[in-house]
């Protein structure tokens, strides 16, 4: 007999249609299903063989698993995946009502869901799983698990995921006995994807000499952390050649069930440091080619069984993510279900690669990262441009919208952090230093010193919702390896506003905010996705305060009609919040604004208001942003139009092009009159041929090239030349000022 126990805020299920002829008719109650909450859901295979003696084990390990999770109830589930080698139909059934007998009788509401049955269900499960999920009866003994079996292609239907890999092992153990070879199309992409990091693991081993010390999934990309010298493009190209070979040779995989004395005999020194510190009796090691790794599973059968895969990118970590620890490197790496999955990915990161705003940021000279300041942005005159352009669209839109803007100090006493709960939920990503021998930091958010600002003096009702915006530069220690470009500093501008707000005033706050988002959305040309993520672990404050942010956030999205997915457990350690996700010119999308309902700060600061009836109350806190981080989210705009910025964007609005030296006062009186109209222009008079002045425009991508000859001088015109080519004879020089000034004013995304 095998089982699998889950620890389920809910299970629900409804039978489909029979799986098996034998099988008797439903009754309209058997028909409607189950839904139950607080559950321990038993999935129950019942093997050939299987005794009295064999359910009376798996009863008492059942009842031990019950009690220690508190659950409300049982369902006992059959499911025949978990084994290869059922009993019979009939044999089952008598198993099956002998088995919830005798769970009945330490859990009397215990029930059964139908036998014989296809089912569709649905489960949540508990955010603490049970350290050993699944387990064996009977005849079969624990041995190794020839990996790729039905079961891990469930574990991505139940929501399993693979997490860090010095956490609980993978949602499915099976200790039977190996199951046949089987199909790339039988396998999760997860598992291929896990499949591809032990291959690469295993090429690190035989070219560098380096063990695989921690692997992590998200979504279909996935890290592994080695320990060997730094690794550059060409060795990743030799490992990627290392891993082809591999993958062609269609090597077996086997993933063996150990316990930690047995496992460590497999580890190195840092592995066994881990291994002390996992709480599992039981450890899962991948055998490829008679070595032995210690990686996240769900596994293929063998490394032919992949489809595809690409190692993506590299850079530098440290072992636990700290850097007083040893330096590692850090490889990356994603797999496909298709190879015409793989061809498109190659064309998407080429064209990434056309637009990475590193080297864009290069070419039209915009920022500048130097080893005096790993992980700070150095803006250049044109990078300034956009970014004060970003600041003047926040702030017409606060002027329309009751904003009220502040500036608050960059280091602050270490008591308030205390207060505020960054000591207890942030430290480790905090700066500190000392003032006249008292403990400061550095501020990796702005909420505290607007906070601050909120206590200066007492508040009233009338005086709520209050708005207050801080364009705030906060500091944030990031693990040198992470660092990249705009897009991973440790120090960067958050476009910060915090609303204080009555109860009452929520709803209203957040749907004028939904409004103002798709305002400045729109502005660049982006849609976007929504999110809701829910309270994290790792919280501060009342469950009920928790529970109450929630659901006020869920009814201002459906009220405004917003389609929006759950993230849960990925709030921020305060409140919950919405998340909003850009998608750019590539598909790409881009994690920017948000907001957070606060319920803890006010507490935690003694925060009020006096209400209409003359008593003190406690506001909300909401705390926003739109761009996220004015670094960040330059570097997506560089990417998305490529550095062909709309004209009311360009660090360069326009150019003037003399033919000759005998135009350069036209052009200059041109270009005058466009200055003082507000455009950014200049003018080139530089000797040399009129074609290489164009093709330095172009690759400044400036919006509008103006060239001037005798005939434009003496009919007081221009030849407009935009930069994909296109050229206009003989425009007014008016008539262009006016419609240039209607396009930046207009802020169009596109030349006119």
Not at 625 to 649: D, K, M, N, Q
Request: proline share 4%; hydrophobic share 40%; aromatic share 10%.
């Amino acid at each position: 007999m095998r089982i699998l126990e889950l620890h389920c805020d809910y299970v629900k299920y409804k039978p489909k249609q029979k799986a098996l002829k034998t099988v008797a008719d439903l009754t309209d109650e058997e028909k409607k299903g189950l839904h139950l909450e607080n559950v321990l859901v038993v999935f129950s295979s019942f093997e050939s063989g299987d005794t009295e003696a064999v359910l009376d084990e798996a009863v008492a390990a059942v009842q031990k698993n019950f009690g220690e999770v508190k659950a409300s109830t049982i369902l006992v589930y059959p499911y025949a995946h978990l084994s290869s080698s059922l009993a019979k139909p009939a044999a089952a059934v008598n198993l099956l009502d002998s088995f919830l007998q005798k769970v009945r009788a330490f859990c009397p509401t215990a029930q059964k869901s139908v036998f014989g049955y296809y089912k569709e269900f649905e489960l949540k499960c508990k955010g603490h799983p049970l350290a050993e999920l699944s387990k064996t009866f009977g005849s079969a003994s624990a041995g190794s698990l020839q990996a790729g079996t039905a079961l891990e292609k469930k574990v991505a239907e139940l929501g399993g995921k693979s997490g860090g890999l010095f956490t609980a092992p993978p949602l499915f153990v099976d200790y039977g006995t190996a199951t046949p070879k089987t199909t790339k199309a039988s396998h999760s992409l997860e598992a291929q994807r896990n499949t591809a990091a032990l291959l690469l693991a295993h090429a690190v081993k035989l070219e560098l000499g380096g063990t695989a010390l921690c692997g992590f999934g998200k979504d279909n990309e996935l890290y592994v952390d080695f320990d060997v010298k730094p690794v550059n493009a060409d060795v990743l190209k030799q490992l990627e050649s290392r891993m082809e070979a591999l993958h062609s040779k269609d090597l077996p995989i086997k993933v063996h069930a150990l316990d930690k004395n047995a496992a460590a005999k497999h580890l190195n020194a840092l592995q066994q440091d881990a291994l002390n510190e996992t709480a599992a009796e039981k450890v899962l090691l991948a055998e490829l080619d008679g070595q032995w790794f210690w990686l996240p599973g769900p596994f293929c059968a063998s490394t032919g069984t992949v489809e595809s895969f690409v190692l993506t990118r590299f850079g530098g970590s440290y072992w636990k993510n700290n850097s007083a620890n040893k330096a590692l490197q850090r490889i990356h790496l994603t797999a496909f279900s298709k190879a015409s999955e793989k061809a498109a990915f190659l064309t998407l990161q080429k064209e990434a690669e056309g637009r990475d705003h590193r080297s864009l940021g290069k070419q039209l000279d915009l920022f500048s990262i130097h080893e005096e300041g790993v992980g700070f942005i150095f803006y250049h005159p044109n990078g300034m441009v956009l970014f004060k352009e970003l600041e003047k669209l926040l702030r017409e839109q606060y002027e329309k919208r009751d904003y009220l803007e502040i500036k608050t100090p960059m280091i602050l006493n270490e008591d308030l952090w205390h207060r505020s709960g960054h000591w207890d939920h942030y430290q480790e990503n905090m700066y500190f230093t000392q003032i006249d021998g008292v403990p400061h930091a550095v501020k990796p958010m702005n909420c505290p010193g607007s906070i601050l600002v909120y206590k200066t003096r007492p508040r009233s009702y009338r005086e709520l919702p209050l708005r207050l915006a801080e364009n705030g530069i906060d500091h944030r220690h990031e693990l040198s390896g992470v660092l990249s470009g705009l897009f991973r500093v440790r120090a960067f501008t958050q476009d910060d506003a915090h609303l204080y707000v009555t109860s009452e005033q929520i709803l209203d706050e957040v749907t004028r905010f939904l409004e103002f988002l798709d305002v400045m959305y729109s502005t660049f040309g982006f849609s976007y996705d929504v999110a809701l993520s829910t309270r994290p672990q790792k919280a501060m404050g009342d469950l009920a305060l928790w529970e109450k942010a929630e659901a006020s956030l869920k009814e201002a999205l459906r009220k405004n009609k917003k389609e929006f997915k759950v993230n849960e457990g990925d709030g921020a350690f305060y409140g919950p919040k919405i998340d909003f996700r850009i998608k750019d010119a590539l598909g790409r999308s881009w994690q920017c604004g948000t907001i957070q309902l606060d319920f803890q700060m006010p507490e935690r600061f003694d925060l009020h208001y006096e209400g209409s009836d003359g008593k003190r109350h406690r506001p909300v806190m909401l705390h926003r942003v739109i761009y996220g981080s004015f670094e960040r989210f330059l570097g997506i705009l560089i990417e998305h139009f490529a550095g062909s910025f709309p004209t009311w964007l360009a660090p360069l609005q326009a150019v003037v092009l003399p033919l000759t030296d005998n135009e350069n006062d036209y052009a200059e009186e041109v270009a005058a009159q466009l200055k003082a109209a507000g455009v950014r222009v200049k003018t080139d008079v530089r000797s040399g041929k009129l074609e290489g002045k164009i093709r330095d425009a172009q690759l400044q991508k400036i919006p509008y090239m103006l060239v001037v000859g005798q005939k434009e001088r003496d009919a007081g015109t221009v030849s407009v030349r935009k930069r994909d080519g296109s050229i206009q004879h003989g425009v007014k020089a008016s008539e262009f000022e006016k419609a240039l000034l209607d396009e930046i004013r207009e802020r169009r995304l596109y030349d006119a």
